[in-house]
């Protein structure tokens, strides 16, 4: 399933999540495409494959307890991941918040996160790994600890070299190199 599976996320990223035209990235670049992830976490085969895989790539990994990332891009991948590792190998989702609630819980992470666990972060996209960073420090802020940060697409501009000074591998089922634009 897992060459199959990859080549199909491959092709529904490609026809439903790959735009073309001037974008400006969160990272403040422009680009002549952008990866519009919530295409392919909504469609219900592309959300089952992007679980099915990262549960695969991490399934033998015991260092970790919990699954998630910043709102919004994280949330349908936390919830998949999640849902596809019942029963073999549960995982606790949960997301970061861009700002902490003003009522209720007031909370910044929200979900099943348990302060001081070690957790994968989770991203629909990355490009220079800042976005991730801010989901890693409030976790760090919480006592919790990230060592790995899984995205589904790589832009291959400069997110692993960054994240790695921050001493968090960077693993990616895609890279920009995957997809002919």
């Not at 990859?6 to 422009?30: E, H, P, Q, W, Y």
């Not at 994280?74 to 590792?85: E, F, R, T």
């Not at 001493?167 to 997809?179: K, R, S, Y």
Request: hydrophobic share 45%.
């Amino acid at each position: 399933m897992a060459h199959d599976g990859k080549n199909r996320l491959r092709d529904i990223i490609a026809d439903k999540s790959l735009l073309k035209g001037n974008f400006t990235l969160a990272s403040g670049v422009a680009s002549g495409y952008f990866f519009d992830m919530k295409k392919t976490m909504f469609d219900p085969e592309g959300a089952s494959l992007v679980g099915e895989l990262i549960v695969d790539l991490v399934k033998d990994d015991k260092s970790f307890t919990g699954i998630g990332g910043l709102e919004m891009g994280a949330v349908p991948i936390a919830v998949s991941v999640a849902m596809k590792s019942w029963p073999a190998r549960p995982l606790n989702a949960f997301f970061v918040r861009k700002e902490a609630k003003d009522h209720g819980t007031k909370q910044l992470i929200d979900g099943n996160f348990t302060a001081g666990s070690t957790v994968i972060v989770l991203e629909d996209v990355t490009t220079t790994g800042g976005s991730a960073m801010k989901a890693v420090k409030a976790i760090r802020e919480q006592g919790g600890t990230v060592k790995k940060i899984v995205t589904i697409v790589d832009r291959l501009e400069g997110a692993r070299d960054n994240l790695r000074k921050e001493g968090i591998e960077l693993v990616a089922l895609f890279t920009n190199d995957d997809f002919a634009r």
